[in-house]
C-alpha cells in the first residue's frame, strides 16, 4: 500500500486546515494531561523512545481474540477462498497437518536432547565424584557444590536477565494462555531457548527439579513459532517510512493465515499434549492432560491433531531410542517384577497409602504457597540468584551428607549387576570376604537419574530383596521431600512433575516395606505401594483424574494394574481437597491478579449477579462515521480494546441514531490510522443515499480494503507478537506520526495552489469546512453479541467462556448499549468483591484497569510456576 495515502485522502490539506487539525489534538492532549507529549511534529520523531524499553517491566495482560472478526470484508473474502481444490481439501488443510507433524518432530527430538543430556552428564557427574572420593571426601563435595551452582546460576541469570517467561515448569501460564490471556514473553523464541537450556542445566543440577513442566512449555512454543514462519514478511527496519511493515504487505504475502489467535490455539493445545507425551512415552495421556489440564477450549478437531502429534512425537522417541524403527512405546517408567494379584484384604492398605499420598500432596501445596510469600521480589534480581543459589547449595549438602552418614552398604543384586544405577559412593566397590560389588543405598537413590531411581522403586515385588533398607527409605523421603519444597518456585526453569513422583513412591515403597514386616505373610508387594503412592501424590497435588491415570499406565506399562490406580487418584483427590481446597495449578492462577482465569464452570460467587452487576457502565464508542481527532482522544484517553459502533446521526434519522450496529477493536482502529485510510469530507453534506460509497467504497477498490483487512489479522505479528499490551498505551499513538502526515500533504497542496487561467484557491474561510474521517462500516464486527443487564451473571459467564469472547455488550430495553463485559469484570465478580443493589451503577469495587498502570513488574507473574 506504499503511495497509496493520495489516493485515500482526497481533497489534500491547506495550512489553516493543518492548523485548525493541530490546535484540536493540542486541546485533546492539553485535556488530558498527557505529561512530554509534545505536538511539535520534529521533536516527536526524533525524541521518541523504545515501547518495549519503556515499559519492559510494566504488567500487561490483555485478552486474545478467540471470537473471529465478522465484517463486512471478511465475509466477502471467505467467499473468495473457500474453494476446494483436491478431493475436496484445500492447501490450508494440508498446511495444517504439515504443521502439527513437524510440532511432534520436533518436539520429540528436543525431548531426547534434553533426557540425554540429563543421563549423560549424572553419569559422568557420579563417576568423577567416585573417583575423587577416593582422595578426599571435601574436595568431591566442594567440586560437586561448585559444579551445581554455576549450572543454576546459568539457568537463573538466563531467566532473570533474557527471558522471565521461562522460569518455572509454565504449565500455568500455557493454560492461562489456552484460556484466553495474553501472558507477555510467553511463547516468544528466546524464551523457547531459555527454556531448552535452563532445563537441561537445573535437571543436571542437584535441584530435586524435572523436565516434565518445562517440556509442555517447550511444546506450546514449538506450535507457535511454527504458526508464524509461514508468509514473507518484510523487515521493517528496511525501510525508513515511520509506518510499519504491514503497508508493504500483499494479500499474496501469506497464503495461509495462520496468525489468527483461533488456529494458533489449536496448535498450541496440540504442543502441549505432545510435550507431557514426549516426558512420559504416554500418547493417549498427553491428549487427555491437554483435554484436561491446559486446554479451555476443545473439539473434535483438536483432538484430531493433538492425537497425531503425541503420536508423531512418542514414534521418534522410540526410534532415537532404541536406534531402529519401532512402534514400542517409549515410556520413560517401563518396569517389570510385579504380580498382578492383590485380594480384597489389600484394599485397606491401599487406602492407607493413597491417603497418606494425598496428604502429602497437600502439604506441598501448601507450603509452596507460604513460601511464595516469604521469597524475595522478583523485581530484585539479585536476591533471586542467591535464592537459587543457596537452594542449590543446601541441595548438594544434603546429597552428599545424608549418604555419608546414614547410608548403607548393600550387594549389587545379581539380576542387575550390570547395571550403572548402583553407587558404591563410600562403600567398598567389591567385598573382600564375598566379592559381591557393592553400593550405598542412599547415595543410589539421591545420585541417579530420577526416572531410574522410580523404576527400580516400582521393581520391589513379594520375591525381591528390598534395595534399599527402612532406614534408609525413610531418611530419603523426609530429605528429598524438604528440598523439593524449598527448590519449587525458586527462578530457574523446571517442573514438578517428576518430583512429586519420587516423592509418592519413596512413600509408597516405605509404606510397602513396613506393611510386609507388620504382615510377613501377607502377599505384599511394596513396588505395588510404590506405584500407588506416586499415582496418589499426584492426584493429591494436581488434583487431575483420567490424564493421571493414563499417564501412569502408559509410562510404566502396568495396565493389570489400572484399578488400583484409579482407585488412588479417587481417594488422594478427596483426602487432599479437605486440606488444601486447590490443586498446584488453580492455587498459583489465583495468586495472579492480573490473570483472569475462567473455569469451566461458573463460581458460586455469581448466583445473585445480574449482568447490570458485574458490567462496566462507561462505555466508550464511535459512530459509523467518526473524525480522527474523536479516534485519538479516545484512544489515548483509555485503554480499551473494544468500542461499539453506533449509527452515525449524520446518516440516520434522531429514532436510528444511537443504536449498535457493530464493534471495532483497538487494533483496528490503530491500523487504519496508521495506513492513513481516512478521508476529508462535509459531513453536513452526506445523505442516507450515500452511505454505501462514502468514502471508501467510492475511493478504495475491493483489492486495498482486502490488503488493509488482512493487515489488521497481522497486525499483533507486525507490531509486537509477544508484548500486545503495548498497543494499548499512548505511545502507540505518538508512533502513528500523523502529523509529519499531514505537513507532507501541506507542501504538496501548496506546490499546486493555483487553478487554470492563473486565478488561487479559495481561502479556507470561503470554503466549506471539512473534518477528516474514519469510515469504520467496512471493518467493525457487525455480528457483536449481546445481552439484556437483567440476564443472570452465571448464564452471562458461561456465554463469555464457552464461546471464547473477549466484549461482551449489555443492552437495555431499548437496545441501547448501557455496559461491557469483558473478562476482567468476570474474574473480579468471581472474586466476590464488595456488591451493591443498584441497578444502573458499577456495582463492583474494582480498579480502573483501563487507565491505571499498576506498580507490579511483569516479571512478578512469571515466577513462582510449577
Known amino acids: ?96 497437518w504439515t504443521i502439527t507433524i513437524c510440532t511432534g518432530l520436533l518436539v520429540g527430538c528436543v525431548a531426547y536432547i534434553i533426557s540425554s543430556t540429563q543421563e549423560f552428564i549424572i553419569t559422568c557427574t557420579k563417576i568423577w565424584t567416585q573417583k575423587t572420593l577416593s582422595s578426599s571426601l571435601a574436595i568431591a563435595f566442594l567440586g560437586y557444590a561448585v559444579y551445581s551452582i554455576v549450572l543454576v546460576l546459568i539457568s537463573s541469570c538466563l531467566v532473570l536477565y533474557w527471558a522471565p517467561a521461562a522460569a518455572g515448569g509454565g504449565v500455568t501460564l ?80 501469506w497464503p495461509f493465515d495462520f496468525h489468527n489467535d483461533k488456529d494458533r490455539r489449536e496448535f498450541i493445545s496440540a504442543g502441549t499434549a505432545a510435550g507431557l507425551a514426549a516426558a512420559f512415552g504416554s500418547p493417549v495421556g498427553g491428549v487427555l492432560y491437554s483435554l484436561e489440564e491446559a486446554s479451555s477450549f476443545w473439539s473434535r478437531k483438536v483432538m484430531w491433531r493433538s492425537l497425531v502429534c503425541t503420536a508423531v512425537t512418542t514414534m521418534l522417541l522410540s526410534w532415537l531410542h532404541k536406534r531402529e524403527f519401532s512402534f514400542a512405546l517409549p515410556g520413560s517408567l517401563s518396569f517389570h517384577g510385579l504380580q498382578p ?29 507460604w513460601l511464595a510469600r516469604v521469597r524475595p521480589p522478583s523485581a530484585n534480581a539479585i536476591s533471586r540468584i542467591v535464592e537459587a543459589c543457596g537452594a542449590t547449595l543446601v541441595s548438594a549438602a544434603v546429597i552428599f551428607i545424608i549418604p555419608y552418614l546414614f547410608g548403607q552398604c548393600l550387594p549389587v543384586p545379581e539380576t542387575n549387576a550390570d547395571e550403572e544405577f548402583w553407587f558404591a559412593y563410600t562403600c567398598s566397590v567389591q567385598d573382600s570376604m564375598s566379592g559381591l560389588n557393592m553400593y550405598n543405598d542412599l547415595a543410589t537413590l539421591l545420585f541417579s537419574v530420577p526416572h531410574e531411581t522410580i523404576k527400580h522403586l516400582l521393581q520391589l515385588g513379594q520375591d525381591v530383596d528390598p534395595y534399599f ?57 511394596p513396588g505395588l505401594h510404590a506405584l500407588i503412592g506416586a499415582t496418589a501424590l499426584l492426584g493429591g497435588v494436581f488434583r487431575s483424574s483420567i490424564s493421571v491415570v493414563v499417564i501412569m499406565v502408559e509410562g510404566t506399562g502396568s495396565i493389570d494394574f489400572i484399578l488400583p490406580v484409579i482407585m488412588a487418584v479417587v481417594v488422594s483427590n478427596w483426602v487432599a481437597h479437605h486440606i488444601h481446597q486447590h490443586g498446584a495449578y488453580e492455587a498459583d492462577l489465583q495468586q495472579l491478579a492480573h490473570v483472569h482465569f475462567l473455569q469451566s464452570e ?10 447490570f452487576n458485574i458490567m462496566s457502565s462507561h462505555v466508550v464508542g464511535f459512530e459509523e462515521i467518526v473524525p480522527v481527532t474523536d479516534v485519538l482522544k479516545v484512544l489515548r484517553s483509555t485503554r480499551h480494546n473494544g468500542f461499539p459502533v453506533f449509527k452515525s446521526s449524520h446518516l440516520h434519522s434522531n429514532d436510528a441514531g444511537g443504536k449498535m450496529v457493530g464493534l471495532i477493536l483497538r487494533h483496528q482502529l490503530l491500523l487504519l490510522l496508521e495506513q492513513h485510510a481516512f478521508a476529508e469530507v462535509d459531513l453536513s453534506s452526506v445523505k442516507d443515499s450515500d452511505k454505501w460509497q462514502f468514502p471508501y467504497f467510492g475511493c478504495m477498490n475491493a483489492k486495498k480494503l482486502q490488503v488493509l483487512e488482512s493487515a489488521m489479522r497481522a497486525y499483533h505479528f507486525c507490531h509486537c507478537p509477544h508484548r500486545r499490551d503495548l498497543t494499548s498505551r499512548p505511545e502507540a499513538i505518538d508512533e502513528l506520526d500523523l502529523y509529519g502526515f499531514f505537513e507532507s500533504r501541506v507542501s504538496t497542496k501548496s506546490s499546486h495552489g493555483t487553478i487554470e487561467g492563473g486565478g488561487t484557491m479559495l481561502d479556507a474561510r470561503e470554503r466549506p469546512k471539512k473534518t477528516f474521517v474514519l469510515d469504520l462500516r467496512p471493518f467493525m464486527n457487525r455480528v457483536p453479541l449481546t445481552v439484556r443487564g437483567e440476564c443472570s451473571a452465571q448464564r452471562v459467564y458461561i456465554i463469555f467462556r464457552t464461546l471464547g469472547l473477549r466484549h461482551l455488550c449489555v443492552t437495555d430495553s431499548n437496545g441501547r448499549v448501557v455496559g461491557m463485559i469483558t473478562r476482567k469484570d468476570l474474574g473480579l465478580a468471581s472474586r466476590k468483591s464488595s456488591v451493591s443493589t443498584s441497578r444502573w451503577s458499577t456495582t463492583l469495587l474494582r480498579w480502573d484497569s483501563d487507565t491505571a498502570i499498576d506498580e507490579r513488574t511483569s516479571r512478578d507473574i512469571l515466577y513462582s510456576l510449577p
Open 1 to 96: 500500500m506504499e503511495g497509496e495515502g493520495s489516493e485515500i485522502v482526497e481533497p489534500l490539506m491547506s495550512k489553516v486546515e493543518v492548523g485548525e487539525i493541530k490546535l484540536q489534538l493540542e486541546e485533546v492532549a492539553d485535556h488530558l494531561k498527557l505529561e512530554g507529549a509534545s505536538l511539535d511534529c520534529e521533536e516527536n520523531a526524533n525524541s521518541r523512545p523504545e515501547r518495549d524499553e519503556i515499559h519492559s517491566n510494566e504488567i500487561g495482560v490483555e485478552s486474545l481474540d478467540y471470537d473471529p472478526i465478522q465484517s463486512f470484508i471478511s465475509a466477502t473474502t471467505k467467499r473468495v477462498y473457500t474453494r476446494r481444490h483436491l478431493y475436496g481439501y484445500s492447501g490450508l488443510t494440508l498446511a495444517k
Open 174 to 253: 500455557v493454560m492461562a494462555y489456552l484460556n484466553g490471556n495474553d501472558i507477555p514473553d510467553l511463547l516468544r523464541f528466546r524464551t523457547l531457548i531459555t527454556k531448552i537450556v535452563g532445563t537441561i542445566c537445573t535437571i543436571t543440577s542437584s535441584l530435586p527439579l524435572g523436565q516434565e513442566g518445562p517440556m509442555v512449555h517447550i511444546g506450546a512454543a514449538i506450535a507457535s513459532t511454527l504458526t508464524w514462519m509461514h508468509g514473507e514478511f518484510p523487515n521493517q527496519k528496511k525501510y525508513e517510512d515511520k509506518r510499519t511493515c504491514c503497508s508493504k504487505i500483499h494479500p499474496r504475502a
Open 341 to 369: 494379584v492383590f485380594h480384597l484384604q489389600d484394599l485397606p492398605l491401599f487406602l492407607f497409602t493413597s491417603a497418606a499420598a494425598g496428604i502429602l500432596g497437600a502439604f506441598i501445596n501448601t507450603s509452596h504457597g
Open 469 to 525: 533398607t527402612v532406614k534408609s527409605l525413610s531418611i530419603y523421603t523426609v530429605s528429598f521431600l524438604a528440598i523439593f519444597i524449598l527448590a519449587y518456585g525458586i527462578a530457574t526453569p523446571g517442573g514438578i512433575f517428576m518430583p512429586s513422583m519420587m516423592v509418592g513412591a519413596s512413600v509408597g515403597a516405605l509404606l510397602g516395606c513396613i506393611f510386609r514386616l507388620i504382615f510377613p505373610g501377607a502377599n505384599i508387594q
Open 602 to 611: 461458573p463460581p458460586r460467587q455469581l448466583i445473585p449477579l445480574t449482568a
